[in-house]
Structure formats: structure tokens, C-alpha cells
């Protein structure tokens, strides 16, 4: 166990929907990192956010946005879905307290299935 | 942008063989950090290794231990005493020093044959 918490671990929806997935970091963790991995392809980073603050950003489509909020709890949220939009999220954290506090920790992810 | 280079899709080892997966990345920056992150079967995504930059000294955690040539930007993966349980694709990561995004490679997927 990771310590990342994601819900929902699955969600199956229709197309031109508007889903929210959530990740609760590991305590203390100050940055959160999203990302998309669709069927056998690689990560795609989407974005990342640093104690409430957006950091960077990735390919992330205009139709998703997420936030980060005082508790560091992170929430991604995707409208106007694909079936494209179809993959497992992942949600990671990182402490990024000091130089050892580096290495990203990932929650089991949500699989998203888009119909 | 830097770039993480895995050329090996697809690797496959005898159980208890000795296995080793590569890594090349593109950077400019001297002061770094370097991962291996494994993902079995259940998509977990888990870390494998770690290794600074700074040190010379190769990362070692019990069966896994890296192979990190700075000048030649390399950092391979070196799975002793391969076990059923290593079967698995594994992702190699680079983070610079500023602390910003973790830059993945594409994959390698390993077969451990009984």
C-alpha cells in the first residue's frame, strides 16, 4: 500500500459527460501529480500541483482541470467525454520536503471507461 | 524537454537468471534523479529503485541494483535471481533537481519463464 488513496477505482460512463476523480496523498505530501495511461501505452503527464498551487502542466486538454485543495486532497475533473478519454488515472504523490523527499509514490489508480 | 529512452519493449528472462533493461535520457542539468518504477499485472505502479545523480556509488535494493553512467546518460536496471514475481512492465523516470515533473519512459514489459 502506497499510502496514495483514489476514488472511485472504477467508473464507466457515457460520452459528453462530466466526471470528478479524487486522490487523497499520502500524509504529509506536498506535491500531487496526475496522469493517464491508456490500454498498453505509457504515462502521460497531465499536471502537477505543489501545496495547493498549480506547478506544471502537461498535455492536459482543456476539457479536464483539476485543483488541489487545503487539506492537499486533489481532485481531476474531465467533461464533455471521448471515447477517447478512456484510461486508468493515476494520481501520485511526492513529499518534496528537502533533497531525499523526491520519488513519487502512485495510488492503484481509476479506470475510466468512456460509452 | 527531457527525454527518457527505454529501446527494449519487450524483454524476457529465465527464472533465477540475471536480467538487465535500459535506460538513456537527454538532459542538460547536472543534478538529477533517476527511477525505475515497476507496474505488475494489477497496474499498480511501484518503485523499484532510486538513485541521485551526485553519487557515484550505484543504488542497490536486495535483488534489483542500477548500472548509472552520468556522461554516457544511461541508467539500466539489473534484476539478479529473476523470481515469477518480477514479470512485470517497468518504467524508467527522471526528475530534475527543481522538483517539477517525472518524465517516463515508454515501457519495458519482462517475462520471467518458469
Known amino acids: 500500500d502506497s499510502g496514495v488513496t483514489q476514488t472511485p477505482k472504477h467508473l464507466i460512463t457515457a460520452t459528453g459527460q462530466r466526471v470528478t476523480l479524487r486522490c487523497s496523498p499520502r500524509?504529509?505530501?506536498?506535491?500531487v501529480y496526475w496522469y493517464q495511461q491508456s490500454l498498453d501505452q505509457g504515462l502521460q503527464f497531465l499536471i502537477q500541483?505543489?501545496?495547493?498551487?498549480?506547478?506544471a502542466k502537461g498535455n492536459i486538454l482543456e476539457r479536464f482541470s483539476a485543483q488541489q485543495f487545503p487539506d492537499l486532497h486533489s481532485e481531476l475533473n474531465l467533461s464533455s467525454l471521448e471515447l477517447g478519454d478512456s484510461a486508468l488515472y493515476f494520481c501520485?504523490?511526492?513529499?518534496?520536503?528537502?533533497?531525499?523527499?523526491?520519488?513519487?509514490?502512485f495510488g492503484q489508480g481509476t479506470r475510466l471507461t468512456v460509452v | 524537454a527531457q527525454t527518457v529512452t527505454q529501446s527494449q519493449p519487450e524483454m524476457s528472462v529465465q527464472e533465477a537468471e540475471t536480467v538487465t533493461l535500459s535506460c538513456t535520457y537527454d538532459t542538460s542539468e547536472s543534478d538529477y534523479y533517476l527511477f525505475w518504477y515497476k507496474q505488475p499485472p494489477s497496474r499498480q505502479m511501484i518503485l523499484v529503485i532510486r538513485q541521485e545523480a551526485y553519487k557515484q556509488q550505484n543504488a542497490t535494493e536486495n535483488r534489483f541494483s542500477v548500472n548509472f553512467q552520468k556522461a554516457a546518460k544511461s541508467f539500466s536496471l539489473k534484476i539478479s535471481d529473476s523470481q515469477l514475481g518480477d514479470a512485470a512492465m517497468y518504467f524508467c523516470a527522471y526528475r530534475s533537481k527543481t522538483g517539477n515533473q517525472f518524465y517516463f519512459g515508454t515501457g519495458t514489459s519482462l517475462t520471467v519463464i518458469p
Open positions: 501520485a504523490s511526492s513529499p518534496d520536503r528537502g533533497r531525499l523527499n523526491t520519488e513519487a509514490f
Open positions: 500541483y505543489y501545496n495547493g498551487e498549480e506547478r
Open positions: 500524509s504529509g505530501d506536498l506535491s
